[in-house]
């Protein structure tokens, strides 16, 4: 109440601003994150992948290891208002990872990735994150009756990805009961381009290689197994389409949890 009587002029993390600062679309870090991931790990042309890396990322020693990756999350800021509002805090993701170096250091980077909700969007542009909008949807554990696979069971994992209307990926795990290693692609950090265009005239864009600082990584539920992948080859996403499967290999599906703090500038 205090901080609504001495403000005298509209604020927020984003836009919109407001005299509370409570409208804005997204509020700052720190942000935790719990979901459940379908992913399919495969090779992808090497040079493909290399075109896809911005100056100060590398290819590195595994050129053309790439995931393509399914998630339902839920998530809150650190006061967790947000877990009262069940159509704020859960949302749908697929994104792509390209393994990658950074002045040696193993890295991963994620060229194109879609949510089905605005503020994980406009999050995700804050972090340099490339998100655009599409519908997502995929296979989840369930713990009572048969409508789905069990969590420490085998059975069948599918998540697909459309956008403007077209399906752009599917994919498909068929996990063991065995206990599974965490996926190399998915513990390891997210090099993002920031850009901000410029909008002024003479103004200059706000732009930059940065990592994300995540801490509290927790990985439970890890199994792995056979698994199948398609991407669209249609010449409206031939970007995404150059990225294709040459060989696919496992399939992990699990639990995941993170906390991300914000990010850091790579130099």
């Given at each position: 109440?205090d901080?609504?009587?001495?403000?005298t002029?509209p604020y927020?993390?984003?836009?919109?601003l407001?005299?509370?600062g409570?409208?804005a679309?997204?509020?700052?870090?720190?942000?935790h994150?719990s979901?459940?991931?379908?992913?399919?790990e495969?090779?992808?042309?090497p040079?493909a992948?290399?075109?896809?890396?911005?100056p100060?990322?590398?290819?590195?020693?595994d050129?053309?290891a790439?995931?393509a990756?399914?998630?339902?999350?839920?998530?809150?800021?650190?006061p967790?208002?947000e877990?009262g509002?069940?159509?704020?805090?859960?949302f749908?993701?697929?994104l792509i990872?390209?393994?990658?170096?950074?002045?040696?250091?193993?890295?991963?980077?994620?060229?194109?990735a879609?949510?089905d909700?605005?503020?994980?969007l406009?999050r995700?542009?804050i972090?340099g994150?490339?998100k655009?909008?599409?519908?997502?949807s995929?296979?989840?554990?369930?713990?009572a009756?048969r409508?789905?696979?069990p969590p420490g069971g085998?059975?069948?994992f599918?998540?697909?990805?459309?956008a403007?209307?077209?399906?752009?990926a599917?994919g498909?795990?068929?996990?063991g009961t065995?206990?599974?290693?965490?996926?190399?692609?998915?513990?390891?950090?997210l090099?993002?381009s920031r850009?901000f265009?410029?909008?002024v005239?003479?103004?200059?864009?706000?732009?930059?290689?940065?990592?994300s600082?995540?801490t509290?990584?927790?990985?439970?539920?890890l199994?792995?197994?056979p698994a199948?992948?398609?991407?669209?080859?249609d010449?409206?996403?031939?970007?995404?389409?150059?990225?294709?499967p040459r060989?696919?290999?496992?399939?992990t599906?699990?639990?995941y949890?993170?906390?991300?703090?914000?990010?850091?500038?790579?130099?």
């Amino acid at each position: 109440m205090d901080d609504l009587i001495t403000r005298t002029e509209p604020y927020g993390y984003t836009l919109p601003l407001s005299p509370s600062g409570t409208a804005a679309m997204v509020t700052p870090p720190p942000w935790h994150f719990s979901g459940e991931v379908v992913m399919v790990e495969y090779r992808a042309d090497p040079e493909a992948v290399a075109r896809h890396l911005p100056p100060g990322l590398d290819p590195g020693p595994d050129a053309g290891a790439a995931a393509a990756v399914w998630a339902e999350w839920q998530w809150c800021s650190e006061p967790g208002d947000e877990l009262g509002a069940p159509e704020r805090c859960r949302f749908a993701e697929f994104l792509i990872l390209l393994a990658c170096e950074h002045r040696g250091a193993p890295m991963v980077r994620c060229p194109y990735a879609w949510v089905d909700s605005t503020v994980p969007l406009m999050r995700g542009w804050i972090q340099g994150m490339p998100k655009q909008f599409g519908q997502i949807s995929q296979t989840l554990p369930v713990r009572a009756g048969r409508a789905g696979p069990p969590p420490g069971g085998g059975g069948t994992f599918t998540g697909t990805a459309s956008a403007f209307g077209q399906r752009i990926a599917r994919g498909t795990v068929h996990p063991g009961t065995d206990d599974a290693v965490p996926p190399p692609l998915f513990a390891l950090p997210l090099a993002h381009s920031r850009l901000f265009p410029s909008w002024v005239p003479g103004e200059e864009p706000v732009t930059g290689l940065v990592a994300s600082r995540v801490t509290d990584v927790t990985f439970t539920g890890l199994r792995s197994g056979p698994a199948e992948l398609w991407l669209t080859t249609d010449p409206a996403f031939a970007d995404l389409a150059s990225l294709a499967p040459r060989e696919v290999g496992e399939g992990t599906v699990f639990a995941y949890g993170e906390t991300l703090l914000g990010g850091r500038p790579l130099t």
